[in-house]
């Protein structure tokens, strides 16, 4: 009798729920694409030095973390579609395809059109429909245009990413296309690519003749073109937030901030998406996403890719101290931080602490320049593919007169093997997550990208 009574007592004071479900009312979910380990270790030591901490790493002091497997259903080293679908949708899908079902084939568009087959797979639901359809308010925001993969993936449901006209199409409330499962609309959509939602007739790249636009605001969205618009929103009084603040892609971070441009910041747009998302008292999911370090990454343009990974972290402290503000102690918000994928730049040779992170590689010992076995010195970041592979290596200069020098906006790493663009890396991807009581403690370990949807969705009980 006292031995059963001693086990009881044991297995209730040190047993854990396995899944805590249904603590989170709000989901924020970070996504910044491309930010493999390297990244993120790079981005520490340029704004923070080798001893410091990003925002991401440590965020309210209480931070789980845990890594990500993200190989898609038909290749090891994913592309963006099928990584962020299955954190969408829990479902491994082909490299190209949008939140659709495994055995859909990626059928390239015709132009930016759709050309998905009717008998072509099927559309999977994303936790952000499945938020919607629980009354709660939905929103996407990032730096690409708001049709590439990632904020599509939360949305909308084709057969290859390219089709972005036809992405754009199922978020406009009502028409033909809708994507019905967003019953009365996103509550917040904001990024780039106003180009696919104006015809051709007013410099877009629409040939079924719609305006897109026109067509939400008739719905009740507020629109906004520019950074200095999005500022003068009322968040506290806007249900239905459309900003869409260049053609194309935002720019670079360092291009906005150096260029005075009237684009927002990735901060400046989450605060705004919270402002009017979190009115709902059935709460909210919100997708953010740093989709530039990504291209950067592609361009091997390290200091751009830096850059772009300290705007993310800063958005990220920023969410953070406005959802403590509206929950103190994140009782109710769930907030996690991953990567889509990785790529192939590293962290090269032996250089010295304190040593720029972009510059030359300074020998840990005597601080002098580390050569290559011809004598060339290199930089500290490298990568394994893409533009920069000279025939025969020369000596570098660690300075920023033009971008043949290392430290210049536009410098472009060395690279390993020779390619036209930079490729994605298979590599696990980190992951941390923070909040709503129990339920950030359920990402540990080494997980796949699917297990995130399935702790997502059970944390708010779905």
């Known amino acids: ?51 410091g901490e990003l925002n991401m790493e440590k965020l309210d002091g209480k931070t789980r973390t845990a890594r990500v497997k993200t190989f898609s259903n038909d290749a090891q080293t994913t592309d963006s579609a099928p990584s962020m679908s299955a954190y969408m949708t829990g479902v491994k899908m082909n ?8 055995d859909t084939k990626p059928t390239k568009p015709n ?11 099927k559309p999977v639901d994303t936790i952000l429909e499945l938020a919607k359809a629980k009354g709660k308010a939905v929103g996407a925001v990032t730096t690409t245009t708001v049709t590439h993969a990632t904020p599509a993936a939360t949305y909308a449901h084709i057969c290859h990413r390219d089709a972005e006209n036809a992405i754009a199409a199922q978020a406009a409330v009502g028409g033909l296309g809708y994507n019905s ?63 869409l603040f260049n053609k194309s892609h935002l720019s ?48 091997t343009n390290a200091k751009k890719v830096l850059d772009d990974t300290i705007a993310f972290d800063d958005a990220i402290k920023a969410a953070l101290d406005e959802m403590q503000k509206r929950d103190p102690g994140l009782k109710n918000t769930l907030i996690v ?47 394994g593919n893409g533009p920069n592979r000279k025939p025969v290596r020369s000596n570098l200069l660690e300075g920023d007169a033009d971008k043949s020098q290392v430290l210049h906006d536009d410098y472009q790493q060395e690279t390993g093997v020779r390619l036209g663009s930079e490729t994605h890396g298979g590599g696990d991807v980190m992951l941390f997550a923070t909040g709503a009581g129990g339920a950030s403690k359920t990402f540990k370990g080494t997980i796949d990208n699917t297990k995130v949807f399935s702790l997502l969705k059970s944390a708010y009980g779905f």
């Open 252 to 299: 670079y971070e360092l291009d906005r901030v150096k260029g005075k441009l009237d684009e927002p910041s990735l901060k400046d747009m989450t605060l705004k998406a919270i402002e009017v998302l979190a009115k709902k008292p059935e709460g909210f999911f919100l997708m953010v996403e740093g989709g530039r370090i990504d291209h950067a990454l592609h361009g």
């Open 337 to 383: 931080v991953t990567a889509d994928h990785d790529h192939t730049m590293t962290i090269n040779g032996y250089g010295k602490r304190g040593s720029n992170i972009l510059g030359t590689v300074k020998d840990y010992k005597t601080g002098a320049e580390s050569k290559d076995v011809n004598g060339n010195n290199y930089t500290t970041l490298v990568f």
């Open 111 to 121: 132009g930016k059109d759709s050309a998905c087959a009717a008998n072509n797979g």
């Open 95 to 102: 490299n190209e395809v949008i939140s659709m079902s495994p």
């Open 181 to 243: 499962k967003l019953g009365d609309g996103l509550d917040v959509l904001l990024g780039g690519g106003w180009q696919f939602f104006r015809p051709t007739s007013a410099s877009g790249l629409r040939t079924d003749g719609r305006d897109l636009i026109a067509e939400l605001q008739a719905k009740g969205y507020t629109y906004a073109a520019s950074g200095s618009q999005l500022a003068a929103v009322d968040g506290k009084n806007t249900s239905k937030l459309l900003g």
């Open 1 to 51: 009798m006292k031995k059963t009574l001693l086990a009881a007592l044991f297995v209730s004071a040190f047993a854990q729920p396995s899944l805590a479900a249904g603590e989170a009312k709000n989901v924020i979910f970070f996504l910044g694409d491309g930010m493999g380990p390297a990244t993120v270790t790079a981005a520490r030591i340029y704004k923070y030095k080798e001893e």
